[in-house]
């Protein structure tokens, strides 16, 4: 809701957060870089305008963040210190950004979790668990896979 994009909210540290002004100051991203042969590894930079920019905080960003920063302190004061990452691992690493956006889909029903395809050898037809809420399969693999907890034959 505040217009960042994956890669500027997983560099935001807490000095670039201020939460009685509610502003937040984007200074960097942090993005994965993928060499054949070599794995891969994340860098931080500046955004991808190439500028800082301030972006506003509504009242109840603001109080979810004094929630968060409190729930980080109890875990360790490393975390909430001024080069800490808001959103960071439990040890104050860099989140992966594929997988914070994997988990946003299925937490939001855009995809299903990965245990809830069953196949079935017998009938030769797969079953989606429906968890939490429905969510669907893209077109492409509609014929394959189901939809929102039916089963459908496999071509």
């Known amino acids: 809701m505040t217009g960042l994009r994956r890669g500027e909210a997983l560099a935001l540290r807490w000095s670039d957060v201020d939460l009685d002004a509610g502003t937040a100051s984007v200074r960097r991203t942090v993005a994965l870089i993928k060499v054949k042969g070599h794995g891969e590894r994340m860098v931080f930079g500046p955004p991808k305008s190439g500028r800082p920019r301030v972006i506003d905080l509504d009242a109840q960003m603001v109080a979810v963040l004094r929630a968060h920063r409190l729930h980080r302190a109890t875990l360790s004061l490393s975390l909430v210190r001024d080069e800490a ?5 439990a040890d104050g690493g860099v989140l992966h950004p594929e997988r914070v956006s994997r988990t946003f889909q299925i937490a939001s029903g855009l995809r299903a979790p990965p245990s809830a395809k069953m196949r079935c050898r017998r009938f030769g037809f ?8 429905p969510f669907s399969w893209p ?7 189901c939809l929102n907890g039916s089963a459908t034959p496999r071509r």
């Open 126 to 133: 797969t079953i989606c668990a429906t968890f939490m809420q």
């Open 85 to 89: 990452l808001v959103l960071a691992r």
């Open 139 to 145: 077109q492409a693999s509609r014929s394959k896979w």
